[in-house]
C-alpha cells in the first residue's frame, strides 16, 4: 500500500470551527456557532500576537525617505518593527549599503534639542498608534536617496466568512483547534465541567508549537563590562 504523495494539508475555517465545537462536547448546528467560533478565533489570534512573535507574520518592506520629512506611516496591520537599516544607493549592485539605525524610546526622542537637524538617519522612534504606526527618524533626511529598510511583524488575518483557510502555519492547527474548543467551553454552561481539561490540553498544544517556531541558530552572549570612573 502506498502513501498519498501530498503534504497539503489545510483546513478552512468551517472545518476548524466544526472540530472544535466537537471537542467542546458539542455539535455545530447553526450560523451563530460558526460565528460566534469565528468571533472567539479571532480574539485568540490577537491573544497569541501578545504573547510574542509568530514566526510566520514576519515580513520585510521599505519607505523611501523624503528630504526635510520626519515622519512616515507603516502598513496598518504591522504590529511593531523587528529590524531596521538605512539602505543607501539602492539599486545599485556595487555600491548599496544597509546601515544600522538605532530605536529609541519616546522619552529620548523628546529629548532631543533640535528636531530638524539634517543629516542621513541613525535613529528611529516607533508611534505604536491604534490604527496605523508611525516612525520618526532623526536627523532628518538630507536628500530624498535613503530608504527605510525594515522586518515588521504584522497580524494575523481575520478568520473571515468561513470559507477561507487560517492564515497560519500548519504546526500551529492543533494548538488552534484546541484553542477554539477552550474558548467555546467558556460560553456553554453545560460545558462547564469540560474547562480545566480543555484548557490543560491548549497550553500543552501552544507550548509545542511556540518551541518550535523559532530561530534555530547559534547564540552569543558578551557581557559589557565597564568601568566606573
Not at 126 to 134: F, G, M, N, T
Not at 197 to 211: H, I, N, R, T
Request: glycine share 6%; charged share 25%.
Amino acid at each position: 500500500m502506498t502513501t498519498s504523495g501530498t503534504t497539503a494539508f489545510d483546513m478552512d475555517f468551517t472545518d476548524i470551527a466544526e472540530e472544535a465545537w466537537e471537542r467542546a462536547g458539542r455539535e455545530m448546528r447553526s450560523g451563530y456557532d460558526l460565528r460566534t467560533a469565528r468571533r472567539s478565533m479571532n480574539l485568540m489570534t490577537i491573544e497569541w500576537q501578545n504573547r510574542g512573535i509568530n514566526m510566520w507574520t514576519i515580513d520585510s518592506g521599505t519607505i523611501n525617505l523624503v528630504k526635510g520629512t520626519t515622519q512616515y506611516t507603516l502598513p496598518a496591520d504591522t504590529i511593531d518593527l523587528l529590524e531596521h537599516q538605512i539602505r543607501t544607493n539602492s539599486g545599485n549592485t556595487t555600491t548599496q549599503s544597509d546601515l544600522s539605525i538605532s530605536r529609541i524610546s519616546v522619552s529620548t526622542y523628546a529629548s532631543i534639542p533640535n528636531k530638524l537637524t539634517q543629516g542621513r538617519p541613525i535613529q528611529l522612534y516607533v508611534e505604536r498608534l491604534r490604527d496605523a504606526p508611525k516612525v520618526n527618524v532623526w536627523p532628518v533626511p538630507d536628500n530624498d536617496n535613503y530608504v527605510l529598510y525594515y522586518w515588521r511583524m504584522r497580524r494575523i488575518e481575520d478568520a473571515g466568512s468561513g470559507v477561507q483557510t487560517a492564515d497560519m502555519n500548519f504546526r500551529f492547527f492543533p494548538c488552534l483547534v484546541a484553542g477554539l474548543a477552550y474558548h467555546i467551553s467558556m460560553k456553554i454552561p453545560e460545558l462547564v465541567d469540560r474547562i480545566p481539561m480543555l484548557k490543560a490540553v491548549y497550553d500543552e498544544q501552544f507550548e509545542m508549537a511556540a518551541g518550535e517556531d523559532r530561530e534555530k541558530t547559534a547564540a552569543r552572549f558578551v557581557p559589557r563590562i565597564g568601568r566606573i570612573a
